[in-house]
């Protein structure tokens, strides 16, 4: 049932559905592989038809715990590994809209996470539709402005240089009527684009 389920998960969600591709959408599969590694294992096992010595109890033992080691191998690697280029740009990003934006004051972004963790001085318009009712339908259209001109963000905080497709209204006539660049945050991995609002007050 597990592994049809998988199956189920991955045509839909994979092909029907088709997502972004961020990786943790395929986490569930790591049960479906933890499974099929079981199985296999055991089949392995059987087929060798291993006596019960104590040679072979310490040989499994031995195993066991070399392979518990490398499971082990990359989830250390990521607890010790510096925090991750968006984490540390969007951070510096929602500190910079604390500091400079009004309270109240609402911000788009195609990926929210970190910065509605982060930002407290007004709500986040999420432009690719988890969180912010009606953006999903148009997103799926391939209409990514519409949110925009539906919610009007006081901020909008874009890739730099903006992302193609998702932030391609950065070069509209109307975007730029609208829109001003005012800031851009950068570190020395990653760099974001703040824009405000025509008309919009700001420190």
Known sequence: ?????????????????????????????????????????????????ITRSATNWILSIAVGFGLALIGVALPLKAGLAPVTSKYEI???????????????????ANEIGVLRYYYKNGPIIDALGLVTPGVAQHVSRGDYSWYIHE???????????????LEDMVEDAWFKER???IKVISTKRRSVAIYARVGQNHS
């Open 151 to 165: 919610y009007k963000p006081d901020y909008l905080m874009f890739g730099h240089p903006h992302r193609p497709i």
């Open 90 to 108: 969007y951070k510096l990003a929602a500190g910079w809209l604390n500091a400079n934006a009004p309270i109240g004051a609402s911000v788009g």
């Open 179 to 181: 829109y001003a660049l």
């Open 1 to 49: 049932l597990i592994l049809i389920w998988s199956l189920v998960y991955l045509v839909v969600y994979g092909l029907i559905l088709n997502p972004p591709a961020y990786p943790w959408y395929y986490t569930p599969f790591a049960l479906a592989s933890a499974l099929i590694i079981s199985l296999l294992s055991e089949a392995i096992y059987r087929s060798c038809n």
